[in-house]
Nanobody, 115 residues
Framework: QVHLAESGGGLVQAGGSLRLSCAAS????????MGWYRQAPGKQRESVAV???????NYADSVKGRFTISRDNAKNTVYLQMNSLKPEDTAVYYC?????????WGQGTQVTVSS
């Protein structure tokens, strides 16, 4: 099992930027996919960005052109660079991994974008 720890959330004004980090407890080199999800109050958790071990990337339409996901295998860390933030990006952001058919989640980090 992989333990994941997110960091980098906070309060930012609209138009600002944040970079989230997701540190894994083991090597992520062989992890099939890692992704960022978010859940706003009263809404379902939704996928934001996913990156596979082969480098394939998928973004939600709502964040395309503003968010960038990347992975640093040497640091066992996945990042989410978020630019041009909007109030509707406010949510708890979760990191997850898929390996061997098992899904692991981090505890989440709050991102709040003020207008």
């Amino acid at each position: 099992q992989v333990h994941l720890a997110e960091s980098g959330g906070g309060l930012v004004q609209a138009g600002g930027s944040l970079r989230l980090s997701c540190a894994a407890s083991r090597s992520i080199f062989s992890i099939y996919a890692m992704g960022w999800y978010r859940q706003a109050p009263g809404k379902q958790r939704e996928s934001v960005a996913v990156i596979t071990s082969g480098g394939l990337i998928n973004y939600a339409d709502s964040v395309k052109g503003r968010f960038t996901i990347s992975r640093d295998n040497a640091k066992n860390t996945v990042y989410l660079q978020m630019n041009s933030l909007k109030p509707e990006d406010t949510a708890v952001y979760y990191c997850n991994s898929i390996m061997g058919g098992k899904i692991s989640w981090g505890q989440g980090t709050q991102v709040t974008v003020s207008s």
